[in-house]
């Protein structure tokens, strides 16, 4: 059963293992320098104790050279054990920052995979926990365990072979059978206590998550906070997290601290005993001594064991943790067998069959969905909010999978194709665009990382963006800050037009922002979308009418159906909902 059960922690941290293989001769150093440190400690210096000391202090005083070589001997190895130490710690951090980096990437990574629809499910403040805090606690867990695994067994065989060698010289050996006994009953409190302490570091991650989350949907409402005057509330959720985060914390530190004091009475114990049948026995106490010595170094490494067997399921907790993330499956996954589709030979024809769709089991938020949409036509999504125009669009670029009938883009269903060539052939303006913490030209460059330079300002001037460009104070080269603070919503607008003009992909999604601007901007942003539809097969999600104009074609969405489709005039006279969507907007 315990062998089972230590062999199933070993195969789950196995393949983070495989980890180790970039620094192998880091790792090998680190071994060699721990054992050279050992030896050192473990020899080294009992060997001066109790070989090289007599000799000079000896009856006889020695030769003054050989004093002077002997003394000089013990800087040395104290130099060597200093040395040695050093490196093996300084090489086995090393070994667990790599490890942690490469863990790191690996999650990053996997998060970049994952769907939408995982976003949704999971707080983005616990994503954070996940690849900040429980990487770095498992980096604490592969120090220490790597740096305490090799030294301690050492140390525990020498001092077993102490016992052994002592006993033989006393013909006893019922005090090895007292060593060897102490082994199993140490480990009934290394496993019961690491079962708890695994269950309580769980919690305790978990709420780290929470305190981390509150904090990151905090700093991302920074003016709602003030504006509606949430400072105390926020506070008092904080506080709260904070005091959860304390009272977990202690219990780690309890069931992480409470197993050495224990394990050391065992020790007590097994020390009593022997001197209990020594004593009986009447063996004296010059032989007795140096016995419950070594017996006492026995416990020691056991002790320093059943440290490590805890850590490791604190770390077991955190690699939980990033397993979840590593081991989601993906919802949205590629094809194995993918249909090819270049950028160069897309015409930009979009098709949906009988098309099904629900976020969330039994609410259906799309229903029986037929469209088709030839290349080079520009066609108006119009309809009440809620209707599902933005849930249309996103499942075009596959941000999700249809729940039945398919879509097809040039008639290949978008699952047969990778996802990757399917997002080249299109180019999405967002709803709420989004932008990067970077430079305005970085920032353009996202619509396509291969763009050359003198595209990024073409672009721009296209998305009537060049002019307000130049008048930041870096021009291009300006940092906008963290999704664009210091630029206004119309400017925003621009840039995520001009991303769309250097993606220049024969699909052109638009989601129209429902944001009213002012008469300028609204008048700059139609030219360029103007211009930016030019020879693409377009969507365009209307809010306002004046947009509605560029397209030739309009699909009414109602209710999660398409109710009606044709052009301004004939849904005007024939479609009440329309009729009232577009009277409404002349109205105000
Ligand atoms: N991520 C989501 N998870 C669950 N339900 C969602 C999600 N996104 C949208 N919905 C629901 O799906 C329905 C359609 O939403 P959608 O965003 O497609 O509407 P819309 O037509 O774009 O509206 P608007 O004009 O306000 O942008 C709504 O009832 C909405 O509540
Ligand atoms: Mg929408």
Redesign the pocket.
């Known amino acids: 059963m315990r062998v089972k059960q230590s062999e199933g922690l070993f195969k789950r941290f196995l393949p983070y293992f495989a980890l180790l293989g970039a620094v192998r001769l880091q790792f090998a150093a680190a071994i060699f320098f721990g054992v050279i440190f050992g030896v050192a400690s473990g020899f080294g210096l009992p060997f001066m104790a109790d070989r090289v000391f007599p000799v000079i202090f000896g009856p006889e005083p020695p030769p003054t050279a050989i004093l002077l070589t002997v003394t000089a001997l013990i800087p040395v190895v104290f130099l060597i054990r200093a040395a040695s130490g050093f490196l093996n710690v300084y090489l086995i951090h090393y070994c667990g920052g790599k490890v942690l980096e490469a863990l790191r990437v690996r999650v990053f990574s996997k998060l970049q995979e994952l769907p939408l629809a995982f976003y949704?499910k999971n707080k983005s403040g616990d994503l954070l926990a996940r690849v900040v805090n429980d990487t770095g606690q498992l980096q604490g867990v592969v120090t220490n365990v790597a740096n305490d695994l090799i030294k301690q067994p050492l140390t525990f065989i020498g001092a077993l072979g102490a016992v052994v060698y002592l006993s033989m010289k006393q013909q006893d050996l019922l005090f090895v059978l007292l060593a060897l006994l102490l082994v199993p009953v140490c480990i009934l409190p290394i496993r019961i206590i690491g079962k708890k302490l695994l269950h309580r570091a769980h919690r305790f991650l978990a709420q780290t998550a929470d305190l981390t989350t509150i904090l990151n949907e905090n700093l991302t409402a920074t003016k709602e906070v003030r504006a509606f005057g949430l400072e105390k509330r926020e506070i008092r959720k904080f506080e709260q997290a904070a005091q959860g985060l304390f009272h977990w914390a202690m219990k780690v530190v309890k069931y992480s601290h409470i197993l050495s004091p224990t394990i050391e009475v065992v020790a007590a114990i097994g020390v009593a005993g022997a001197v209990f049948y020594a004593a009986s026995r009447g063996v004296s106490l010059e032989t007795i001594l140096p016995l419950i010595f070594a017996l006492y170094m026995a416990y020691e490494p056991v002790k320093k064991l059943g440290r490590i067997h805890n850590e490791i399921r604190k770390g077991e907790a955190s690699l939980e943790r990033l397993e979840y993330i590593l081991n989601t499956e993906d919802t949205v996954p590629d094809p194995e067998a993918p249909q090819s589709m270049s950028l160069g030979q897309v015409r930009g024809e979009i098709r949906f069959e009988r098309v099904f769709f629900a976020?969330?089991q039994g609410?259906p938020?799309l229903q029986d969905v037929n469209a088709t949409i030839s290349p080079g036509e520009v066609v108006a999504l119009v309809?009440?909010?809620?209707?599902?125009?933005?849930?249309?669009a996103n499942l075009i670029p596959r941000f999700y999978d249809v729940s039945a009938g398919a879509i097809r883009v040039d008639g290949m269903d978008v699952r047969d194709v990778r996802k990757e060539d399917l997002r080249r052939a299109m180019a999405i303006v967002p709803?709420d665009p989004v932008l990067f913490n970077d430079t305005v030209r970085s920032n353009i460059l996202a619509g396509n990382l291969d763009a050359p330079p003198e595209a990024v300002e073409y672009a721009a001037e296209r998305a009537f963006a060049h002019e307000f460009i130049h008048e930041l104070p870096h021009g291009y080269e300006t940092v906008v800050g963290e999704k664009g603070m210091r630029l206004s919503g119309g400017q925003k607008q621009r840039l995520a037009l001009a991303r769309a003009f250097l993606r220049n992909a024969p699909i052109l999604i638009l989601d129209e922002a429902?944001s009213a601007l002012d008469a300028t901007s609204e008048d700059m942003i139609q030219q360029a979308l103007a211009g930016l539809i030019q020879d693409k097969t377009v969507l365009i999600?209307a809010?306002r009418f004046s947009t509605i104009r560029l397209a030739s074609r309009i699909l009414l969405?109602e209710n999660?159906r398409i109710k009606a489709t044709g052009d301004h005039e004939k849904l005007y006279i024939t479609s009440n909902v329309y009729k009232k969507l577009y009277d409404q907007q002349y109205m105000t």
Request: proline share 5%; aromatic share 14%.
């Open positions: 949704q976020y969330e609410i938020v309809g009440p909010s809620g209707a599902g125009k933005t849930t249309f709803q429902t999600i809010h969405f999660g």
